[in-house]
C-alpha cells in the first residue's frame, strides 16, 4: 500500500497557475502508476492525468489538454501537476491516486491508494 498526500491548492485567478504535489510514502519500491483525480461539488470525481512509474506514457482528459503537465521524480516519491491557464471550471478537490497499472489509474474504478484531496479555487 502506498500513502498520498497532496499539497499546493489554494485561490487564484483565472489565466492563473498552480502546482500540485503528491508525495508517497510506504511500498514505493514497488513501481506504480500515478494520476491526478478531481471532484468539483455536485460532480462525480473524474480522472485528469495520469503517468506511468518511468515517465514514458501520459494521460490527460480533454479539458487540460495543454494546459495542465503531470510529472513525476522518482527519486523523491513525488508526483506532480502543473496547472497553467486555469479556469473557474477547474474549481475542484484534487486528488492524487496510485496502482501498479496505468490503465487502472486511468480508470479510476478500483483504486485503493488515494490522497486527502487539495482545494484548487479559481476566481473568475
Known sequence: QVQLVESGGGLVQAGGSLRLSCAASGRTSTPY???WFR????????????????????YYT????GRFTISRDNAKNTVYLQ?????????????????PKI?????GKNLNDWG?????????
Not at 39 to 58: D, F, H, L, M, N
Open 33 to 35: 502508476a500515478a494520476g
Open 39 to 58: 471532484q468539483a461539488p455536485g460532480k462525480e470525481r473524474e480522472i485528469v492525468a495520469a503517468i506511468s512509474w518511468g515517465g514514458g506514457y501520459t
Open 62 to 65: 480533454g479539458s487540460v489538454k
Open 83 to 99: 496547472m497553467n491557464s486555469l479556469k473557474p471550471e477547474d474549481t475542484a478537490v484534487y486528488y492524487c491516486a496510485a496502482d
Open 103 to 107: 490503465n487502472e489509474v486511468i480508470d
Open 116 to 124: 486527502q484531496g487539495t482545494q484548487v479555487t479559481v476566481s473568475s
